[in-house]
T-cell receptor, first 111, second 114 residues
Framework: LAKTTQPISMDSYEGQEVNITCSHN???????ITWYQQFPSQGPRFIIQ???TKVTNEVASLFIPADRKSSTLSLPRVSLSDTAVYYC????????????FGKGTMLLVSP | NAGVTQTPKFQVLKTGQSMTLQCAQD?????MYWYRQDPGMGLRLIYY???????DKGEVPNGYNVSRLNKREFSLRLESAAPSQTSVYFC?????????????FGPGTRLLVL
């Protein structure tokens, strides 16, 4: 299983853009990169998934360089409600036990 | 749609007691999962079920059993609870659309074993 490395925590202020980088040096050819968000006392929630280059949805953007050994989740203009733990996962997109949740990145957004 | 539901929300057990955590999804998903989350830790996979009638061990299966009762329901049983099983338990189901898999999580069950 490809392991991921993320910063333990990050701080930001409302209105700023936040970029969280995840390293996955052993990513396999078939692996996708997926990000989840978890609020306190709730289950994780899917944010975005990509394979290469850039993916954008209404919540975030995901940047993946050509070598795919890292990826960056970009949250534009964060608000207090974006305070949460963000998990980077690598897997082949076919479910089962190929998705491994690490400790994630605790993002704290301050006024 | 209710999505993924879990019961109970909270439970306190004494060491050695048994209990079953229930999970149900109404999204017609094939795959279902049980995770545990300990303070300051990520989620660790206990068991998963790729389809009705099949189950497989995840990262931390010891002390647990599961049953995929039908496509909707996936239960987790603790036969003899231990304090080390104090945790928050999350059930999830997933759907694969094209090349993309998305997991949907329930609200969790908070278990305290004394």
């Amino acid at each position: 299983l490809a392991k991921t490395t993320q910063p333990i925590s990050m701080d930001s202020y409302e209105g700023q853009e936040v970029n969280i980088t995840c390293s996955h040096n052993n990513i396999a050819t078939n692996d996708y990169i997926t990000w989840y968000q978890q609020f306190p006392s709730q289950g994780p929630r899917f944010i975005i998934q990509g394979y290469k280059t850039k993916v954008t949805n209404e919540v975030a953007s995901l940047f993946i360089p050509a070598d795919r050994k890292s990826s960056t989740l970009s949250l534009p203009r964060v608000s207090l409600s974006d305070t949460a733990v963000y998990y980077c996962l690598v897997g082949d997109g076919q479910g089962y036990s190929t998705l491994t949740f690490g400790k994630g990145t605790m993002l704290l957004v301050s006024p | 749609n209710a999505g993924v539901t879990q019961t109970p929300k909270f439970q306190v057990l004494k060491t050695g007691q048994s209990m079953t955590l229930q999970c149900a999804q109404d999204m017609n998903h094939n795959s279902m999962y049980w995770y545990r989350q300990d303070p300051g830790m990520g989620l660790r996979l206990i068991y998963y079920s790729a389809s009705e009638g099949t189950t497989d061990k995840g990262e931390v299966p010891n002390g647990y059993n599961v049953s995929r009762l039908n496509k909707r329901e996936f239960s987790l049983r603790l036969e003899s609870a231990a304090p080390s099983q104090t945790s928050v338990y999350f059930c999830a189901s997933s759907v694969v659309s094209g090349d993309q898999e998305t997991q949907y999580f329930g609200p969790g069950t908070r278990l305290l074993v004394l």
